[in-house]
């Protein structure tokens, strides 16, 4: 198993602009999420999908969209980025038997 | 969930046991603590997580207290490779999968 994929791993983006970091996960998890992590700080839920259809917001939604089509998938959309969204963003799928919530290796965003 | 306290660093000598302390006195009954880490600029990683009882797996033991209100990680033999920032994680069960994280303890290990 791949585990979590993330890509892409760095993006710079301008102000204004709009992009999509994708997510993926093998392992049949139903359960996924989106966090953000800033300078010394912890992470911080954006989104996340209990299954394919679902999704539902976090501590900090606002700026980003996201939706869950297959179990596999779970893109975040940046719908006009600036630059508080500058970030490491982290996906991350849970097994639910085992309660064990699996990351990704994240995506570095600068938005200039 | 309830609030978690970690010291912000502490600092191990190699091959000696860490412990990590965490306070989490407004637990309630049905929550788990949960402890990850994250080694610099990398992914969080799950370590170990427990209800009431100690915890041990091929990474770490956890202890909680009787009245639940901390609890400890023990690495057993340090490794350089274990320096990372560990994150001490209260949440309830069932599908609340929510993670809250806080700032964590750096645990640097020392040659």
């Known amino acids: 198993n791949a585990g979590v994929t993330q890509t892409p791993k760095f993006q710079v983006l301008k102000t204004g602009q709009s992009m999509t970091l994708q997510c993926a996960q093998d392992?049949?998890?139903?359960?996924m999420s989106w966090y953000r992590q800033d300078p010394g700080m912890g992470l911080r839920l954006i989104h996340y999908?209990?299954?394919?259809?679902?999704?539902d917001q976090g501590e900090v939604p606002n700026g980003y969209n996201v939706s869950r089509s297959t179990t596999e998938d779970f893109p975040l959309r940046l719908l006009s980025a600036a630059p508080s969204q500058t970030s490491v963003y982290f996906c991350?799928?849970?097994?639910?038997?085992?309660?064990?919530?699996?990351f990704g290796p994240g995506t570095r965003l600068t938005v200039l | 969930d309830a609030k978690t306290t970690q010291p912000p660093s502490m600092d191990c000598a190699e091959g000696r046991a860490a412990n990590l302390p965490c306070n989490h006195s407004?637990?309630?009954?049905?929550?788990?603590v949960y402890w990850y880490r994250q080694i610099h600029s990398q992914g969080p990683q799950y370590i170990i997580h427990?209800?009431?009882n100690n915890e041990t797996n091929e990474m770490a033991s956890l202890i909680i207290t009787e009245d639940r209100k901390s609890s400890t990680l023990i690495l057993p033999h340090a490794t350089l490779r274990d320096t990372a920032v560990y994150y001490c994680?209260?949440?309830?069960?069932?599908?609340?999968?929510?993670?809250?994280f806080g700032k964590g303890t750096l645990l640097t290990v020392n040659p």
């Open positions: 994680i209260v949440r309830g069960g069932g599908s609340n999968y929510k993670l809250t």
């Open positions: 392992m049949n998890h139903e359960y």
């Open positions: 999908s209990v299954g394919a259809g679902i999704t």
């Open positions: 427990g209800l009431k």
């Open positions: 407004t637990i309630s009954g049905n929550e788990y």
């Open positions: 991350a799928s849970i097994s639910g038997a085992g309660d064990t919530q699996y």
